[in-house]
């Protein structure tokens, strides 16, 4: 059975910096792509980061130049170094993992930013 392990999150002042961690175990094969994507109170959940396989990345505007992802395809674990942290990006942080054609969550990591 496929696991995504997430950890790193924490509570952080306005302006500075986490990184998140996601582990996937259980799976015979390689991901296919891996992201992250977070969920605010009363909102839905969105698209943060995702990388692919072969390296290609894609971020959501609101965080492009502040968090960078990044991954350890032999050991299916994708991190995310988040800089320059504003109130707005309080919410949960999912970790999602596809791989072939299958796409698994994360129990998912709080993140808070206090201004």
């Known amino acids: 059975q496929v696991q995504l392990v997430e950890s790193g999150g924490d509570l952080v002042q306005a302006g500075g910096s986490l990184r998140l961690s996601c582990a996937a175990s259980?799976?015979?094969?390689?991901?296919?792509?891996m992201g992250w994507h977070r969920q605010a109170p009363g909102k839905q959940r969105e698209l943060v980061a995702l990388?692919?396989?072969?390296?290609?990345?894609s971020y959501a505007d609101s965080v492009k130049g502040r968090f960078t992802i990044s991954s350890d395809n032999a050991k299916n674990t994708v991190y995310l170094f988040m800089n320059n942290l504003k109130p707005e990006d309080t919410a949960v942080y999912y970790c999602?993992?596809?791989?072939?054609?299958?796409?698994?969550w994360g129990q998912g990591t709080q993140v808070t930013v206090s201004s």
């Open positions: 999602r993992m596809t791989t072939r054609g299958v796409g698994y």
């Open positions: 259980g799976s015979r094969f390689s991901f296919s792509a």
């Open positions: 990388i692919t396989s072969g390296g290609g990345t």
